[in-house]
């Protein structure tokens, strides 16, 4: 009878589980992230097993101490027979200690692991493959390719606008820095599925901050990118969109940045040197879209808003 209800009550446990686990709409891999998103850098995956460590030491500690209080409730419950106050303990040394040495140990642990995890994500190669110059300003971005030259002198830059979205075009499996800075208010540079963000300030030097960082980006893809600091009136609509190509078609862009466009007897713009990459590597498709495919462009304008306006998508994320 005894091994019935036991029976019974792990399979309730069990079922109970499974339906939380099902009712969240998490997959096995989510569940196994707890919460933590998808990244596409190895920097953003090592702040995967960061959080996904300190959540499974939380849980360890927890089902200790639930364990143990548990325990107490169980042999130390009050019965029948027994007097009317328990023994007292006044104290006992050695489980104090080991009340106060085990936290220690726990933070130590856990502040070795955030350091360490830290030093990974801000490590800078001292000579990255692609470096790239990130201005922003109220309420679009600017993107340079430092070591480029267009005809006439000067870098290939891609500049956002009320009409077009800024696409900043990288390729994949290279080490990149992004060198920071804004025009005019503090602004921050947020890539969703970098899983990481920097403050944008105006004149870094001055104000001490550390305005570059790098990453490789792993996986190829269109992927979002916001201003993440609260900048002016337009702020929420500060979008971008990094594009992740593969090796061969960011040198094949890069060459057509930096090369006249017989068409228009001007360099090519960004729209037309990615409209060229999709006759000149058939399989690029929507990789290589002239126009974003993740966020669109917004007039500034109130009083030009119209309906078919209001029913676009928002601006998305990943």
Partial sequence: MARSRKARRLTLTATLAAAGLLITGCSTEE?????WPEGITPQAERMRQFWTGSVIAALIVGILVWALMFWAFIVYRKKKSDPLYPKQTKENLPLEL??????????????????STENFALAKDDEPDVVVDVTAFKWNW???YQGTEVPGGGEVHTVGST??????????????????????V???????????????????????????FQNTIEREGAFVGRC??????YHSMMNFELRAVPGDVYDAYIDLRESENPATGAPYSAAEA?????????????????????????????NTKTASEAEQPLAGGN
């Fill in 31 to 35: 569940a196994l992230r707890f919460g």
């Fill in 98 to 115: 080991i009340y106060t040495v085990v936290p220690f140990l726990m933070v130590g642990v856990l502040f070795f692991f955030t350091v």
């Fill in 142 to 144: 600017d993107f340079g």
């Fill in 163 to 184: 009409e077009e979205i800024p696409i900043l075009v990288l390729p994949t499996n290279q080490v990149i820095q992004y060198e920071l800075e804004s025009k005019d």
């Fill in 186 to 212: 503090i602004h921050s540079f947020w890539v969703i599925d970098f899983n990481f963000k920097r403050d944008v300030f105006p004149d870094p030097e001055a104000n001490q901050s550390d305005n570059v």
């Fill in 228 to 233: 993440a600091e609260l900048c002016g009136t």
């Fill in 274 to 302: 990615l409209r060229q990459l999709q006759q000149d590597f058939p399989d690029c498709g929507e990789l290589c879209s002239p126009e974003a495919t993740t966020t669109y462009p917004f007039n500034p304008d109130r």
